[in-house]
């Protein structure tokens, strides 16, 4: 179980310019959950005769080349993934149902759409790329475990906050600093999801926006105590 972690400056600068709302929240991540990444990612290394390993949430070492199934060093994973994030930020494809889903769920819960952009990729890319497809959520950029940042934006509001992300690291995280939070682990990438073993705070695996929207819809925010403003 890892410690809470303290929300990033950078991030906290952001969460202070947010409009300041005593509304329900969910807290959605971008990459795997409303635009897709494995599968371009899958593309691209497969372009360049290499391929995952195992389907497993990781990357250094589960990258290799296609005929003798070896391992990449992890310097030369990050490289790719650098090239990998210049070329595809711009043009990501939807996670089918996504917009539907989150401007459905706006009627009723404020939208956050918190991302991790590895190596300064920038903000205004995904933000663009986000509008582009009716997505003019605030978005939030973070780097590392995002269990600071959660907390933070959760001051204020009432319990359950929801969040929504793929990764199990992100979650561990946001459990340790939010344990209140109802929290629903998204791939849509069906092999990377099956091999998940959801830990003991999800509520729901899917790779399914119908699925999320429903569950979200049978949640009554403010039935438990609302989290302390800071
Ligand atoms: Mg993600």
Redo the contacts with the bound molecule.
């Keep these: 179980m890892p410690e809470p972690t303290q929300v990033l400056p950078e991030v906290l600068g952001q969460i202070r310019a947010l409009p300041v709302s005593r509304r329900p929240l969910i807290v959605c991540?971008?990459?795997?959950?409303v635009l897709h990444?494995i599968a371009h990612l899958e593309d691209y290394l497969h372009a360049r005769d290499l391929m995952f390993l195992k389907h497993e949430y990781r990357l250094t070492g589960n990258i290799g080349t296609r005929n003798e199934r070896r391992e990449l060093p992890a310097a030369d994973v990050r490289r790719h993934l650098q090239v990998f994030f210049d070329e595809i930020c711009p043009r990501q494809d939807l996670v089918p149902g996504a917009d539907e889903a989150l401007h459905a769920l706006a009627r009723d819960w404020d939208i956050v759409l918190l991302?991790?952009l590895p190596g300064g990729h920038n903000k205004p890319v995904r933000e663009k790329r986000l509008a582009e497809m009716g997505m003019t959520f605030p978005v939030l950029t973070n780097s590392g475990p995002k269990g600071g940042a959660v907390a933070a934006l959760a001051a204020g509001r009432p319990a359950p906050v929801v969040f929504i992300?793929?990764?199990p690291t992100?979650h561990s995280s946001v459990h340790a600093s939010l344990p209140s939070a109802m929290q629903i682990q998204f791939i849509a990438d069906a092999r990377f999801r099956e091999t998940v073993d959801p830990a003991g705070h999800i509520s729901l695996v899917t790779g399914d926006w119908q699925e999320t929207s429903a569950f979200i819809g049978g949640i009554v925010p403010g039935a438990r105590r609302p989290e302390p403003a800071d």
């Design positions: 991540d971008v990459d795997e959950v990444l991302t991790n992300d793929d990764s992100n």
